[in-house]
Structure formats: structure tokens, C-alpha cells
């Protein structure tokens, strides 16, 4: 079930891939003075809301296909009641994460020792590779398949406008008939999506649970009704977007009786550049030099104050 709600959020800020920053009070203010389009009214001569999502979808899905540049950020996120920060670099041949900080404090050398092994282990181990890539090959899949149901899944009207951002507040279609358990998710969540006019990009997309989802008439789980996911997507160098922010939180019970309680929140931050043909173990290299220099930070290239695609870290 939990793949369920994962795979939900990843396509929305995943090049965001799947969408995915807090804003100064001023512009928060602006937002709100700005009238909202009238519900019928087009962005562009002739468009309706639910053309221009089709249209944004549709320029997401070939820039993700053609975008395969790698990535060095910083990841933190709320673990088991802790807050954890990584060091992430993306790779030809997978993804390797640093743990770095532990509620703000520096790991012990024991936690090193740890990391050193466990990197090593992936680096040496091809099946290990061969997992972590055929696991992101399949979120890259599921990113795709939800993105292409979305404009058919829900009806779509406009909402505010901020320069090239459009606000489209989007519920379920009744005519949508879901046929997998992550479209039923899907088709069950109400909310907003800003999209990028100028460049055709999702830039946010947030919503809820309006109503108990249930998988095989309840047989195999639900989810329950209110359950919420926010991820923003950010360009993070000219023509590049990558998941910035990811928050879910989920209730609801699966197989046997077993509660799902998925409560996520993931910011990416310092995002530069890494070699596209970079190599696991020059990625291993690197993160060791991290942290070795444990009051070296990344360099603030790119820095966005709020997470990447389907390429998210969980090794």
C-alpha cells in the first residue's frame, strides 16, 4: 500500500518528477491579491484549463525522457521521529546517499564505519546496482503511467495567477474509470497544481484524500479519507527541474490488518552538477571526501529552500 501512495507522489514533482518553496511574505501577500481567472477563461486564446494541464503533462513527459543529467544535493528528512541529512549524487549506474547529520549533529564513527561498509557493499555488489536500478526504472514507469491518466483522471478549472505560474484547482472526474490501485488513489484527490506557462512545467501540486479509498472492495486495504501529499518541483539550473519538496501523510490499513501510516517530508537543497557519466564508485569517492571534511558544505549552487525525481534515496 505503501508503494500505492509513493509512486503517487513521485510523478506530480518528478522532474519534478512529481512536484516538485516557501515563499517571501510579500509575494505570499501578492498571491492573494491577484483575482482568479474566471473559470472558464483561457491562459492562452482558446485554452481551457483542462487543455493547458493536458499540454504541461504532455511537455513533462518528453523533457524527463530526454533530461539524464546527475545531481549532487543535500536531503534532509523526518525518520522515525529524527531529523536526517544525506549527501546525495545521482549516477550512470544508480544513486548513493551519505548519512551527515543526525538532528542536526554529526554522526559518530561508528555511524562512519557503518556508512563506509554499506556504500562499499553496493559499490562491489552488481546485483545490489542491478536492484537499486531496476527499482528506479519501475518508479520511472509508474511516474510515467500516472502523469498520462492525470488529465483524464480529474476536471480541472482555473484558480490564481503569478506571472508565468497558473494555479489549476483540479477534483475528481466521475467519468474516470481508475484500472490500478495507484489510479484509484489518484482519482480520489482533490487539489491545486501550479503549472509554468512559460516553460510548459509542473512546478507544484498538492492534494487530498476527499474520500476512504478502498483496494478490492476493502479486501486488500483503504486508505483513509484526508489524507494529504504536497511535492514542488524547482529549476535548479537553466532548463533543469528536480524535486525540491515531498510531504505525505497517509493513514489506512493494507493486508491482514497491518496500518499504513506514511508520514513523509523530504527537502533537497544545493543541487550541482555531477558528471553524467559518473561511476558508483567515483560517487563513493566523493561522499567520502564529504565527509571527511565534515565543515566542508556543498557548494550553494543552485540552493533552493525546500527534493528529484523517481530517483528517491531510501538506501
Known amino acids: 500500500m505503501d508503494e500505492c501512495v509513493a509512486c503517487l507522489t513521485k510523478p ?11 515563499r517571501a511574505i510579500a509575494v505570499t501577500v501578492l498571491v492573494f491579491c491577484i483575482p482568479a481567472l474566471p473559470q472558464n477563461t483561457s491562459v492562452d486564446s482558446g485554452l481551457s484549463a483542462g487543455d493547458l494541464l493536458r499540454r504541461v503533462v504532455n511537455s513533462e513527459l518528453k ?3 530526454s533530461d539524464h543529467s546527475h545531481w ?20 550512470r549506474d544508480g544513486y548513493l546517499a551519505r548519512l551527515r547529520l543526525v538532528n542536526g549533529q554529526p554522526i559518530t564513527p561508528e555511524q562512519e564505519k557503518q556508512e563506509d ?3 562499499a557493499r553496493i559499490v562491489r555488489t552488481p546485483d545490489e546496482q542491478k536492484k537499486q536500478q531496476r527499482a528506479q526504472e519501475t518508479d520511472v514507469q509508474k511516474t510515467e503511467r500516472l502523469l498520462k491518466i492525470l488529465p483524464d483522471a480529474v476536471t480541472a478549472r482555473y484558480g490564481e495567477r503569478q506571472g508565468d505560474l497558473v494555479e489549476i484547482l483540479f477534483e475528481p472526474n466521475p467519468n474516470f474509470h481508475p484500472s490500478s490501485h495507484e489510479a ?9 497544481i501550479w503549472v509554468n506557462t512559460k516553460q510548459n512545467r509542473l512546478a507544484e501540486i498538492e492534494g487530498h484524500l476527499v474520500r476512504h479509498v478502498k483496494f478490492a472492495g476493502g479486501l486488500l486495504g483503504h486508505l483513509d479519507k484526508g489524507g ?20 505525505v501523510n497517509m493513514h489506512g490499513k493494507a493486508l491482514f490488518f497491518k496500518t499504513v501510516s506514511v508520514q513523509e517530508h523530504e527537502c533537497r537543497t544545493n543541487f550541482r552538477r555531477v558528471p553524467d557519466k559518473l561511476t558508483l ?18 557548494p550553494p ?6 527534493i528529484s525525481r523517481s530517483r528517491s534515496p531510501s538506501h
Open 117 to 119: 561498509e554499506r556504500i
Open 281 to 298: 564508485a567515483e560517487a563513493a569517492d566523493q561522499l567520502q571526501r564529504q565527509s571527511t571534511v565534515k565543515s566542508a558544505s556543498l
Open 63 to 65: 523533457a524527463q525522457d
Open 184 to 192: 484509484a488513489v489518484f482519482h480520489s484527490m482533490a487539489g491545486r
Open 228 to 247: 494529504e501529499f504536497h511535492v514542488k518541483q524547482t529549476e535548479v539550473a537553466p532548463g533543469y527541474w528536480e524535486i525540491t519538496l515531498l510531504h
Open 12 to 22: 506530480v514533482v518528478g522532474s519534478a518528477r512529481l512536484l516538485r518553496i516557501p
Open 72 to 91: 549532487m544535493y543535500r536531503l534532509k528528512a523526518g525518520v522515525s521521529g529524527r531529523e536526517e541529512e544525506k549527501v546525495v549524487i545521482q549516477t
Open 301 to 306: 549552487t543552485a540552493a533552493v529552500p525546500a
